[in-house]
């Protein structure tokens, strides 16, 4: 499971894979994997600027 973030309207949802249209723009965005930038994740390294 990972957390994937719309890359238009900055919406989050956590999945194994980006889903392949955005259920905030409806539309097929770019999604980047943001799931070692949640607070949450427990694991080191990373963008720190995200
Ligand atoms: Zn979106």
Do not use: H, N
Request: charged share 30%; net charge negative.
């Amino acid at each position: 499971m990972g957390e994937w973030k719309c890359q238009k309207c900055g919406y989050s949802l956590q999945a194994d894979k980006p889903p392949e249209q955005c259920p905030s723009c409806k539309e097929k965005c770019e999604f980047v994997d943001v799931t070692c930038y949640i607070p949450d994740c427990g694991q080191t390294g990373g963008d720190k600027r995200l």
